[in-house]
Nanobody, 123 residues
Framework: QVQLVESGGGLVQAGGSLRLSCVAS????????MGWFRQAPGKEREFVAT??????????FYEGSVQGRFTISRDNAKNAVYLQMNSLKPEDTAVYYC??????????????WGQGTQVTVSS
């Protein structure tokens, strides 16, 4: 069992930056790929970024619209995964969720989810 707690959301102006954090409980953090998803009002939850488990090289993968602006990273010593978000746009406004599971862009491949953190980007 893995419990995930996100933090770091908030209100920021367009062009600004935020860093989301997700801390996991449990000893098996390193065995999971970690992902970030987001859900805007009235929309489906969508993939943002994922990073492989450490033994697979910690390789990241991004959704096209965030490529080059967002960076996912993990710190196994702290059982944490981060999402550095730069050059934020109003369309990035959403609740952001951290997830643990298999390296994938599909929600169904993730077994554990955090409660979400709100990111609001003003124009």
């Amino acid at each position: 069992q893995v419990q995930l707690v996100e933090s770091g959301g908030g209100l920021v102006q367009a062009g600004g930056s935020l860093r989301l954090s997700c801390v996991a409980s449990g000893r098996t953090f390193t065995e999971y790929a970690m992902g970030w998803f987001r859900q805007a009002p009235g929309k489906e939850r969508e993939f943002v970024a994922t990073i492989t488990r450490t033994r697979s090289g910690g390789t990241p993968f991004y959704e096209g619209s965030v490529q080059g602006r967002f960076t996912i990273s993990r710190d196994n010593a702290k059982n944490a995964v981060y999402l550095q978000m730069n050059s934020l746009k109003p369309e990035d406004t959403a609740v952001y969720y951290c997830a643990a599971g298999s390296w994938s862009t599909q929600r169904s491949d993730y077994d554990f989810w955090g409660q979400g953190t709100q990111v609001t980007v003003s124009s």
